[in-house]
Nanobody, 123 residues
Framework: VQLQASGGGSVQAGGSLRLSCAAS???????MGWFRQAPGKDREFVGV????????DYEDSVRGRFTIFRNGARRQVYLQMNRLRPEDTSVYYC??????????????????WGQGTLVTVSS
């Protein structure tokens, strides 16, 4: 499984961006997660979608502002980010794996990762 993330860029606070993550070949992983890592900080969970039933979970600071959705036919997952804040500035990564539900927020559970895309939010 190869993942290709795209859609990062620079935006002012309050603006929006949409990130995309495309999966190659046969896609057998059930969870697609988004994580982010700011300079000098640990990688943190942003959100996840279960491919089979579309269930979603979000980190508290992005809940209500960010939305994950998928296009099964195109094997793509999207992260729609609205009302962006300067503290959202990070490199964003998509990840895939067959993950136990109780551990979906744990980055080490995901064996497949995209290359990361930079999101910069200015105040």
């Amino acid at each position: 499984v190869q993942l290709q993330a795209s859609g990062g860029g620079s935006v002012q606070a309050g603006g929006s961006l949409r990130l995309s993550c495309a999966a190659s070949a046969i896609f057998s992983q059930n969870h697609m997660g988004w994580f982010r890592q700011a300079p000098g900080k640990d990688r943190e969970f942003v959100g996840v979608i279960t491919w089979r039933d579309g269930n979603k979970d979000y980190e508290d600071s992005v809940r209500g502002r960010f939305t994950i959705f998928r296009n099964g036919a195109r094997r793509q997952v999207y992260l729609q980010m609205n009302r962006l804040r300067p503290e959202d500035t990070s490199v964003y990564y998509c990840a895939a794996g067959n993950v136990i539900t109780s551990t979906v927020r744990d980055s080490i559970r995901y064996p497949y990762w995209g290359q990361g895309t930079l999101v910069t939010v200015s105040s």
